[in-house]
């Protein structure tokens, strides 16, 4: 059924916008970029990138996004389009794919011809489902926002240990400016401090029309066990929570066991399921 592929432009992002927002959870990343970067490639921005179409007819029926931060994200309605879409992957250099489980599953044996070695890593969408967030003692610490300390060599020091010890990737600090300098106004990159120290941190990833997602979330390994994750998610929730009446919502690895538990405490639950495919 699939008819037509073609580069996206700026009259399609309207098209586009609702395309996505059938399943605004699965597509929170794509969805973010695209409303706030739109679909004209610049690239000086990692957010930004290329958006290819496919069509039956005029309706819109999958989309293949490929961003300057050597990311892959995808989702469509109609499996035609499934393998045309793995093909234009496979044809450009990515490091990561990302869509919903439903969509990334049924692609993952016609994408074993990326280069790199392919780890699958299932992740879980969670919304959090209280009215009010739960209290308790919490650590007394000091927040400030990286997006507003670029040039500072101790904030490059401190996420770029965090995203290798809490995540698994080196990151440069050319790569690190980047990050800070795409953040929008409603975006903060919060660092949480105790004792004069940066211990944790965590920021807004993407925001859309119906939420505001958390990632990031790290602590040191010498700070943890000291409620430094809990607290500085909470501070983040706090802050969600004045932006227009947005849910607050992350995404984890199924196989994460401390962070779920942490999350279930906090009064996340799973809304949705998503696949990771990394070429390491």
Not at 150 to 171: H, L, P, T, W
Not at 175 to 196: N, Q, S
Not at 220 to 229: F, I, T, V
Request: glycine letters at 10%.
């Amino acid at each position: 059924r699939c008819g037509l592929r073609r580069l996206l432009h700026r009259k399609d992002i309207g098209k586009l916008t609702a395309f996505l927002m059938r399943e605004e959870a699965a597509n929170t990343f794509m969805l973010g970029n695209l409303l706030y970067y739109g679909v004209e490639d610049d690239p000086r921005i990692l957010r930004c990138g290329d958006y290819w179409g496919y069509f039956n007819g005029d309706e819109l029926i999958g989309v293949v996004a490929f961003f300057n931060n050597s990311q892959c994200m995808a989702y469509y309605t109609d499996n035609s389009v499934m393998r045309p879409i793995c093909d234009e992957i496979m044809a450009n250099p990515v490091r990561l794919v990302l869509g919903s489980e439903q969509c990334v599953r049924p692609m993952a044996p016609l994408l074993r011809g990326v280069p790199g070695r392919m780890v699958i890593r299932r992740q879980l969408f969670m919304e959090y489902s209280r009215d009010a967030a739960p209290a308790g003692p919490l650590p007394a610490l000091e927040y400030e926002d990286a997006k507003h300390m670029v040039g500072n060599r101790a904030v490059q020091d401190f996420i770029m240990r965090c995203m290798k010890e809490g995540f698994g990737y080196s990151i440069s600090r050319g790569t690190v400016k980047r990050i800070l300098r795409e953040k929008t106004e409603f975006e903060p990159y919060l660092l949480a401090k105790a004792g004069g120290k940066y211990v944790a941190q965590a920021h807004i990833q993407t925001r859309t029309p119906g939420f505001s997602q958390i990632g990031g979330v790290c602590t040191l390994p010498e700070e943890r066990h000291r409620g430094y994750a809990r607290a500085v998610v909470l501070e983040m929730m706090s802050r969600i929570a004045r932006d227009g009446g947005r849910k607050a919502c992350l995404v984890v690895n199924e196989d994460n066991a401390g962070a779920r538990r942490l999350y279930d405490s906090l009064g996340y639950r799973e809304a949705g399921r998503l696949m990771l495919i990394d070429y390491l």
